[in-house]
């Protein structure tokens, strides 16, 4: 007969063989070493266990950030545990219990380095040193599969945002390097961005590592709703929702939004009408008046010509924008534009003598003059 107690300690068993598992599930990602000790029962699992025991236990520490150590030489253990810079302390503590039960599970309890993740904190232990190291190796990325609308203005903010967030972070002291804050994007929507760094780091150092992981938001979530970027020393995170306590945000005035870009459409011109750009109209008075002149010659020479009074020269508006073209250019490029108006008249006037009204003369040599 199966004694009651061994059925009870497999029942105890089991449940939390299954606990452990769906802890498991939960983590975002974790990471487990190469390295291992050859011996189950060796003095760095032992030290590992007694570290990881006063990491869930410890109740001096209310910032969220633990650093331990214990041990020499290839047995010694590193290890850091560090919580969101707006998580409650019990929140805190409950999330670093669970992570120190699951971690040594699903990388096995002999490997000497391994790091897991979750939403409100992680846990890292190592036989190397990882105090004040900034490491930006093993990373992974997480992101939203939504577009966002309107990209380009919405990345903008996106990165303004993410700038601000990592000089407060930076600028943080050894216990705290955390900074959160949201954002107006484009249409009135409400972008929320986090970043952190363990609070180990030198302000350049942190500032580097944050810089790193903006700048690989391109190559995670381009122009999508939601993405982080997640390393061992330092995180980013945006969302369009709110994801983080409203108490730890940072006040942040939001960037005006750059134009939006619109095609720009040439007109087409139309058939059968003059075409005149405002370019061509804005033609010098003298030009003008020269104009004017050619073309009164020009009628009068094509009436003695045909000798028929019903019939009427008529110019095309193509060849009057030649010659107003021609005539303008001509303008720009020369100095003596009076001196060739007066040689181009004497030529009118020798050629089609006694054709041209002595009033009209007088008013092209004169242009400036006034009229009674």
């Not at 954002?183 to 363990?198: D, E, K, M, R, W």
């Not at 050619?294 to 010509?305: M, N």
Request: hydrophobic share 35%; net charge positive; charged share 15%.
């Amino acid at each position: 007969m199966v004694s009651p107690r061994l059925i009870s300690l497999l029942c105890f068993f089991l449940i939390s063989h299954h606990a452990t598992i769906s802890a498991q599930q939960n983590f975002l990602k974790f990471f487990c070493g190469n390295s291992t000790s050859d011996d189950a029962t060796s003095t760095f699992k032992t030290n590992l266990k007694s570290l990881l025991l006063n990491i869930s236990t410890n109740s001096n520490i209310y910032y969220g950030f633990y650093n331990f150590s214990s041990g020499e030489n290839s047995d010694k253990v590193n290890v850091i545990g560090l919580c969101r810079g707006d998580v409650k302390v019990q929140d805190c503590r409950s999330c670093l219990a669970d992570s120190r039960v699951v971690l040594p599970q699903v990388c096995a309890p002999n490997v000497r380095e391994a790091i897991g993740w979750y939403d409100n904190c992680f846990l890292r232990y190592s036989n190397r040193t990882i105090f004040g190291v900034m490491q930006t190796q093993p990373y992974f990325y997480l992101w939203n599969t939504q577009d966002a609308l309107q990209k380009d203005q919405f990345k903008f903010v996106v990165t303004k945002l993410m700038r601000f967030l990592r000089e407060k972070a930076a600028s943080g002291n050894s216990l705290h390097k955390f900074a959160a804050a949201n954002a107006t994007g484009p249409s009135n929507q409400t972008i929320f961005g986090l970043v952190q760094c363990t609070p180990d780091l030198s302000i350049k150092d942190c500032d580097i590592c944050l810089d790193g992981a903006i700048s690989e938001i391109p190559k995670c979530c381009d122009g999508m709703k939601g993405g982080r970027v997640v390393r061992p020393s330092c995180n980013i995170r945006y969302e369009t929702y709110s994801f983080f306590d409203p108490a730890a945000s940072q006040p942040f005035t939001s960037p005006p939004l750059p134009p939006s870009s619109p095609a720009v459409v040439q007109p087409q011109p139309k058939q059968g009408k003059c075409n005149t750009s405002p370019a061509v109209i804005a033609v010098g008075v003298p030009i003008i008046v020269l104009l004017a002149v050619l073309i009164f010659v020009v009628v009068l020479k094509a009436r003695g010509t045909n000798n028929m009074e019903s019939k009427s020269t008529y110019i095309s508006c193509s060849e009057l924008q030649n010659e107003v073209q021609k005539l303008k250019l001509q303008q720009e490029q020369s100095k003596l534009q009076q001196q060739q108006m007066n040689a181009t008249l004497a030529f009118l006037l020798q050629n089609f003598e006694g054709q041209v009204p002595s009033e009209f003369v007088t008013t092209v040599q004169n242009p400036g003059a006034k009229t009674q």
